[in-house]
DNA sequence: ATTTATTTTTAGGGTTGACTAAATAATTCT
DNA sequence: AGAATTATTTAGTCAACCCTAAAAATAAAT
């Protein structure tokens, strides 16, 4: 079994990979680490031996298959507990996120199996992430950047990019959550900031924003 | 804040040291913790260095009110959370150590209390233990190990010192479980082993068996 | 095509928490 | 008390994971 270190490496390579076919760098493994390069080249190393990723000097990691099961076992569990602490704890969605860091890393897999029914099987976490199944497999979903939606048109909000909790707090004020209704009005030109109608307030949204929120048709 | 290592330290020298007033000595810690008692003693050094305990070589180690409050604190999450895998996710109580022994380290006083709070404020876990209070307290309650109960009498089981899946599910076995009344036929002279009545049944445990079993009179 | 800048790796350490083996203190036995 | 046994500490290593500084490779700029 892979360490508590390992583990979060793994996960920080899955999420840096999705979607790239080539190697992840050790520098941007290092920086979403909050470590330093030669940290992320020693543990790369460690990863390879241990056959958990494919690294070749200077070409950056891939993870194996056996890797990626890891990676998304970590995340099934992060993602059930942050949807514990929303659904039977009373906590917002910003504050789940560092305590799920944590949680992730108890081995049990009777917990986990538990978890997930005493949850009722949940298909999403509280930010709107699909909660891979007990096989690893992740359920893709139609969804799209606001910042590259098509205006004039309402969205709905189903998931957020960024989880941070200033972010999410962000969110809070301008009153967006999961399932929100959002009108795109108009989007500026010069910035691409975006002018959006959310229950009847009118907020005006920076192309940040607009780009770390995900959305769907309202159909 | 004590390291994981360094909790688990703590919990050791609290359950050895529990209504004794002399210092733990190093070789039970080590033999508690399944290390040698070199490590043993190196620990106990660094967690006098922190104030957690007063050690003076030769002497054993005795928890400060800091390292009192620190241990109660892990025992009181280990507590809380085996009264959940229980309570919640249908694990039985010869389930639950292993699991809560990684659980107890996560950090984080809003889950716990939210734990607390979503279980209803529960006075003793699924072993009969009681749970600390926020405040440190631990509820001391009326209990006598069969092993010394007056004969013949009944009693009802309220807790266990053997916390092992061995012993608990040897109790499965015979039927006992917590608030089971045993009823004392007789205790052999030789050996002290008792005959006891369960639910109609009749078993033989031994002197050990009844040692490990709480039990408070039936009034 | 060089030179310059950036990225990545290597070399050499530090810390935590283990271990073995050896030394020393405390205890028990005769 | 003196000797033998046991308990405890010290000394010296080790592995995991991190660090800084320097070297080497790659990428970018002139
Ligand atoms: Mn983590
Ligand atoms: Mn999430
Ligand atoms: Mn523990
Ligand atoms: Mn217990």
Redesign the pocket.
């Known amino acids: 079994m892979p360490?508590?270190?390992?583990e979060?490496?793994l996960k920080a390579i899955f999420h840096l990979g999705y979607g790239h076919s080539d190697g992840v760098?050790?520098?941007?493994i290092?920086y979403k680490?909050?470590?330093?390069?030669?940290?992320?080249?020693?543990?790369?190393?460690?990863l390879a031996e241990k056959q958990l990723v494919n690294?070749?000097?200077?070409?950056?990691a891939k993870l194996t298959e056996q890797g990626r099961q890891a990676a998304v076992a970590v995340i099934r569990k992060h993602r059930l507990w942050e949807t514990f602490l929303v659904e039977k704890l009373n906590f917002s969605w910003d504050e789940v996120h560092q305590v799920a860091e944590q949680l992730e890393h108890v081995e049990s897999e009777k917990l986990i199996d538990e978890l997930d029914a005493y949850l009722d099987f949940p298909k999403f976490d509280p930010h709107g992430h699909p909660i891979p199944d007990k096989n690893g497999h992740i359920h893709k979903t139609e969804k799209l950047k606001l910042s590259q939606a098509p205006i004039p048109n309402t969205y709905i909000c189903v998931g957020v990019n960024d989880s941070s909790a200033e972010f999410l707090q962000y969110l809070d004020k301008i009153g967006i959550a999961l399932g929100t209704p959002i009108k795109v009005l108009s989007k500026e030109v010069f910035d691409e900031s975006l002018t959006i109608s959310i229950g009847g307030g009118q907020v005006h949204i920076s192309k940040l924003v607009a780009s770390n929120l995900y959305v769907n048709f309202n159909h």
């Open positions: 360490t508590l270190s390992e979060n490496y760098s050790t520098n941007a290092a680490m909050d470590t330093k390069a030669s940290s992320a080249t020693d543990m790369v190393k460690k690294y070749k000097k200077y070409q950056g």
